[in-house]
């Protein structure tokens, strides 16, 4: 009878130790889930491109309950604006758009917010007037072509649409550059939900059924993505403002440099505009390549000269920005994290050391 007693207190004391597991391993398992959160500020250009489609990526690697894309955005290009609708509506990662505290998802934002799984803005933000329009040396003129404002009109309805959002304000926002705050957007069902802050969007998606997955969003810890090096100044330099700049400078330095030659003014010049170019959307591999060209020319031309002048100094630049562009920054499941550091290593590494040992050997 005692050892009944005893055998069946330990059968009690087992399971309750199998159930203790298991409670600690789900409560471990929910304590697991993240969100990973990027945020949009400034134009749409060429970068945002790359950058969104990192972002994308590392959420699908890493296992992210899901991507927050904050927007803060007065618009941008539109192909890029596509390619971006584009990967969130490829990626198996359910993809949030939201406009923080004082912000805006304007033109290309717009898109972008309405192309996006779960839609959101916090209080007293807008987002609306997306008219297309032509960029010239006289400023901004609205597009009234019927082709293209009927084919954008298009994409936009049937962008709203696919998420059953209102297909009204869709082609409004074009015709007539409409524009709505939270509530109103909330209200005239072109978004789902108004959230002071990331985290109170969170709690408030919570369960919710995006891509055939259940959302664990409540208490999760949230993490930031950062881009890599080489997508940091791919960034900077596709500021449409600095690109331009850049292509400018570029110009009149080359102008410069033929007019006074052996100032170095013409080196300088075409690596601007080298720059500029990429910063406005030409292919970045090609333009890396031609600055690391440029940049062994340069080195090896300065070899001849007596002096480490302005020509060797020219070069290394070069080398290096054409050396940080020219590391992958495609699809994370071909390249790694880990593996671009390794990159970025061991491209600049040797050729900082190949510049000086070349100011010793000169």
Request: with cysteine; glycine share 10%.
């Amino acid at each position: 009878m005692l050892m009944g007693r005893v055998i069946c207190s330990f059968f009690v004391l087992f399971l309750c130790s199998i159930l203790i597991v298991i409670s600690a391993h789900v409560a471990g398992a929910g304590s697991d889930n993240k969100v990973l959160v990027l945020k949009i500020s400034g134009a749409i250009t060429p970068a945002s491109d790359d950058v969104i489609a990192n972002a994308i990526a590392k959420a699908e690697n890493e296992g992210f309950e899901a991507l927050v894309i904050s927007l803060d955005t007065p618009g941008g290009g539109l192909e890029e604006t596509q390619a971006i609708i584009k990967r969130i509506r490829n990626t198996t990662v359910p993809v949030i758009g939201y406009v923080p505290e004082g912000g805006k998802a304007w033109s290309a934002g717009t898109f972008i917010l309405m192309g996006t799984d779960i839609a959101a803005m916090a209080p007293f933000t807008v987002m609306g007037s997306a008219q297309p329009v032509q960029i010239s040396v006289e400023g901004t003129k609205p597009i009234e072509d019927g082709k293209i404002i009927n084919a954008l009109i298009k994409y936009s309805v049937t962008t709203a649409s696919k998420h059953v959002r209102n297909e009204t304000f869709a082609e409004e926002v074009i015709t007539k550059n409409k524009n709505l705050d939270g509530q109103e957007a909330l209200k005239a069902g072109v978004i789902e939900y108004v959230a002071p802050s990331i985290s109170d969007l969170l709690t408030q998606i919570n369960g919710k059924v995006v891509k055939g997955k259940i959302l664990r969003t409540e208490s999760v810890s949230i993490e930031n993505y950062e881009p890599s090096l080489s997508l940091a100044f791919l960034e900077l330099i596709s500021n449409p403002i600095l690109s331009s700049l850049l292509l400018i400078i570029g110009l009149y330095g080359i102008i410069f440099g033929i007019s006074s030659l052996g100032s170095g003014a013409e080196v300088f010049g075409i690596i601007a505009i080298v720059l500029g170019l990429i910063g406005t959307g030409f292919n970045i591999n090609v333009g890396a390549l031609f600055l690391i060209i440029i940049g062994v020319g340069l080195l090896a031309l300065e070899i001849k000269i007596p002096g480490f002048g302005i020509i060797g100094f020219a070069g290394f630049i070069s080398l290096i920005i054409g050396s940080v562009l020219f590391v992958p920054i495609g699809d994370e499941n071909i390249y790694t994290p880990e593996f671009r550091r390794l990159m970025i290593l061991t491209v600049i590494v040797p050729t900082i050391v190949f510049g000086i040992f070349l100011v010793f050997a000169i």
